[in-house]
């Protein structure tokens, strides 16, 4: 069963996803009462039509939703035009503390998609009692997917051929890896000019920032319900996707107690092992440098 925490745009669809990737159950629940209760009904409804076996229920009790294999956290507050990813961190911290003392099933494997992400991964992550591979923040790989989709749209190839490996924080300190952008395994440079490349990696920075923008009242919600399903299923399936995720490091870059995306290994376990990207200097000092802000920003926060 996978338990959804939150269900407005990014829980609602989450669980839509998961229901056309044909899971068993999906439990929703939410703060507002009934609203959990009917979008899991609609979803029903629409069984037939889509032909989905999923069961989607939804609760008035968390614990409903937190006793689940995969607990999908998508509760609180979300950026307004002009805002920064950091400026959630007040409004989410104590949803986030809250259910992280609330998860006491020891196999559980939380994915945390509320913002900002890294800061929330290793947040969750000090008040739990889940060892750090069950605890999953949604960063580079929502940034990896945004960039292959940008690549081929330039190049107007298939989407499955373009490879993107984004690291680090999600924010505009993401580390996009160059070497690493392929298309069909050739490095992008091969097909692409070294301006058309960085105007990329910007729109990729500033991808969530111009859904914001546009839509105005809501932050993006396709893609990352999508990457949410997708990375459920690669734990469920026990598959080992590499994937890029927030998780608490040990020792990478000489990082620790700290949540950022390096790929790692996804299997039934969680992200059960981390592979080194090799970065440059910078790149290095970027990592660092979002770590110590992270560190800091729960250092200046008493109740963090
Ligand atoms: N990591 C990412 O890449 C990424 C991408 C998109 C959105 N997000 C974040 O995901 C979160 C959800 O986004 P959304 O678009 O679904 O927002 P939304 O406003 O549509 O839904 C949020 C839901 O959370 C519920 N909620 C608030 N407090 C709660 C609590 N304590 N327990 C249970 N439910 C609670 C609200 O009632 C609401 O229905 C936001 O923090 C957003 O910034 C992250």
Known sequence: MIGIIGSGNVGANTAFFLAEKGVDHVTLFDIQDGLAQGKALDMMEAAPIRGYRTVISGTNDPQDGLNADIVIITAGAVR??????????????????????????????????????????????????????????????????????????????????VAAQVVGRHSDDMIILHD???????????????????????????????????????????????????????????????????????GQFGITETALSLPCVINRAGASSILEPRLDDSQIQTLKTSARTIQETLKEDTHA
Not at 85 to 99: G, M, S, V
Not at 104 to 118: A, F, H, K
Not at 191 to 208: N, P, V, Y
């Open 80 to 161: 307004k035009p002009g805002m920064d990813r950091d400026a959630l961190f007040q409004a989410n911290k104590e949803i986030i503390i809250d259910y992280a003392k609330k998860i006491t099933r020891p196999d559980t494997r939380v994915i945390i998609v509320s913002e900002p992400v890294d800061l929330l991964t290793t947040l969750f992550a000090r008040h739990s009692l889940l060892p750090p591979e069950q605890i999953m923040g949604l960063g580079g790989i929502l940034d990896a997917t945004r960039l292959r989709f940008l690549i081929a749209d330039e190049l107007g190839v298939s989407m499955e051929n």
């Open 180 to 250: 690493y952008c392929c298309v069909s395994g050739v490095p992008v440079e091969h097909f692409l000019s070294r301006e058309t490349i960085d105007r990329l990696f910007d729109q990729t920075r500033q991808a969530g920032g111009l859904i914001v923008e546009l839509a105005g009242r809501a932050s993006a919600y396709y893609g990352p319900s999508a990457v949410a399903a997708d990375l459920a299923e690669a734990i469920c399936h026990d598959t080992g996707r590499v994937l890029s995720v927030s998780r608490i490091l040990s």
